[in-house]
């Protein structure tokens, strides 16, 4: 072999090795550390294990390592050192971005961002990364050896660094909880009735009355196959936001703010009424199932549900299927939506829901939370009947008009960006349509009680915090939508159901039935946000506004963050 071939393969050779340690450390971060960290961080809203994923993921960072140091290292030298100094800066900025410089990265209670107020945020962080960018581009021009010595050494260290970080989350990972002894909702009969009664709740998050009422004088229609139903349009949310809306709606359980959301909900499901609501329901006969995607902000952790809903199951009694591109696609994103700057954050934000579409349970494709993949479902299969099922109460939470929107006004599922929320509760109301027609093909109608409603209104608006709230008792028909103005409340929905399921409600408070219209009641409406903001009203919708708008509110702080 010439001495030239030989140097020029010893040039291949030392090239290599700085760009395979260059590399490792973008790979690492992620392709391996990322994804472990999302579902370390979000494990009871996945209904996958950790090792589902991690082992496919190890396999493509090793490929992407090997075929880019190969690659990459055959270039030109001064190719090969602009892309090694990009893959450096790219490298130590993603690392310090998520180590330091990521002050908020999530939403209230799991909210998508409100990146407009983040602007200042945006505009320093962005300065950061240009000035972090010159200073290691300014290595670049370091003699060859030193420069490589410090490209290596650094990558290496913050490769170790990281794989401690990623041992330690591995021997977590291997705990009970994380693994198919956990408990999960089961999908499986969420398109099933029973063969009785029923009572159907239809839960479509975000959806308040306003804004129902500003579309059905911009779109009457909104009110077809509504006319049996009774609006009322004086109804309460006392929580907002998803949490702790639905966990205090399920079981009559305030949140504490001396203890952290996680125990609130642990306590809420194990220790409050839920137990002895679902003995009720069960002593009379009713099935008692619930349908969401949202896990982490209504129960966190399924076993907790042992004992409260039927629909509970061991995840190892469950089969289901991956969509192993869109998982990869997902982590993928999420990984780089944590390491990039703000200023490309808002074209990176997965909301944990995304990856519920992912997995496929016994043929049943649909994710609750999804408007759009629900509608398709019950387009594509239909309701049916549990013969196993005498009588039921059955909450299905969707995803209504809360962010991101996923469904235009033919039912059809579309990208954010080409729908918007009229078109939304356009598709919305096809579904509600599709939805009583199967009823009805059943025999079912009639002697079903239907209440649509929301866990709150609009999280995004703060003088529309009131829920829908339409209810058709078995056996009402009429021939236009009622209304009627109670003052009722969230914490009137189980004693309306125990009412419903014919037991004494009484010890659990009143019904809506039983709530009349001039009704002087004083309610409650909180916001949360490191604790509470307490509006205490007496009146109706108008005078919570006048409230909210003159900010009397009486607080009560969290002892942790319960933002």
């Not at 949202?294 to 991956?322: H, P, Q, W």
């Not at 995004?460 to 709230?469: E, G, N, R, S």
Request: proline share 3%; with cysteine; glycine share 6%.
């Amino acid at each position: 072999m010439s001495r030239n071939n030989t140097e020029k393969k010893n040039n291949i050779f030392g090239r290599m090795k700085v760009t395979a340690a260059l590399l490792a450390l973008n790979i690492f971060m992620f392709v391996i550390l990322g994804p472990t960290e999302v579902f370390y961080a979000n494990y009871s809203d996945f209904d996958f294990e950790f090792k589902d994923f991690i082992f496919m993921f190890l396999g493509i960072g090793a490929l992407l390592w090997i075929l880019g140091s190969v690659v990459i290292s055959v270039l030109p030298d001064k190719i090969n050192k602009f892309i090694n100094a990009l893959i450096f800066a790219f490298g130590l900025s993603f690392y310090f971005q998520n180590m330091l410089l990521n002050p908020k990265l999530m939403g209230t209670v799991g909210n998508a961002m409100d990146w407009a107020s983040l602007k200042g945020v945006t505009i320093s962080n962005t300065i950061i990364w240009i000035i972090m960018f010159i200073c290691y581009f300014a290595i670049a021009f370091f003699e060859k050896e030193k420069r490589d010595k410090i490209c290596i050494y650094t990558s290496i260290f913050l490769i170790l660094v990281q794989i401690v970080a990623f041992s330690s989350l591995v021997y977590k990972l291997q705990g009970d909880e994380y693994k198919s002894s956990h408990y999960k909702l089961s999908p499986v009969g969420e398109y099933e009735l029973a063969k009785d009664e029923n009572v159907i709740i239809l839960l479509l998050d975000a959806t308040s009355e306003r804004f129902f009422e500003e579309e059905v004088k911009k779109s009457p229609e909104i009110l077809d196959g509504l006319e049996d139903f009774t609006y009322y349009n004086n109804a309460n949310s006392k929580y907002n936001y998803t949490f702790p809306a639905i966990p205090y709606m399920l079981t009559l359980e305030d949140p504490d703010c001396t203890i952290t959301t996680n125990e609130y909900k642990k306590r809420a499901w194990t220790e409050g009424k839920s137990k002895e609501i679902h003995d009720k329901l069960n002593e009379n006969g009713y099935s008692y199932n619930l349908y969401t995607g949202s896990g982490r902000a209504v129960y966190l952790d399924a076993s907790y549900l042992k004992g409260s809903i039927d629909n509970v199951e061991e995840a190892s009694n469950i089969s289901y299927k991956l969509d192993y591109g869109e998982m990869f696609y997902l982590f993928a994103k999420t990984s780089l939506y944590k390491y990039a700057p703000y200023i490309v954050k808002p074209y990176l934000e997965v909301q944990s829901f995304y990856f519920d579409g992912i997995t496929s349970f016994e043929g049943v494709s649909a994710c609750i939370e999804s408007n759009a993949s629900y509608y398709e479902v019950l387009c594509n299969k239909g309701l049916s009947i549990d013969d196993s099922m005498e009588k039921a109460v059955i909450i299905t939470h969707l995803s209504g008009v809360h962010t991101p929107f996923d469904i235009n006004e033919k039912g059809e599922k579309v990208p954010e960006s080409e729908t918007d929320i009229k078109k939304v509760r356009l598709g919305i109301n096809l579904m509600l349509e599709k939805y009583f027609d199967e009823l009805k093909r059943l025999d079912l109608y009639d002697s079903s009680t239907i209440i649509i409603t929301a866990d709150h209104g609009q999280y995004k608006d703060a003088l529309d915090p009131q829920p829908i709230y339409l209810i058709k008792p078995a056996g009402q028909v009429m021939d236009k939508m009622g209304y009627n103005k109670a003052p009722i409340s969230s914490e009137d929905f189980i004693p309306t159901i125990i009412y419903l399921a014919g037991q004494d409600a009484s010890v659990y408070g009143t019904s809506i039935f039983e709530i009349f219209e001039d009704e002087e009641r004083e309610r409650k409406c909180c916001f949360p946000g490191k604790g509470f903001e307490v509006y205490t009203y007496t009146g109706d919708k108008e005078v919570l506004r006048n409230e909210i708008e003159n900010g009397k509110y009486t607080r009560i702080d969290a002892t942790e963050d319960w933002d």
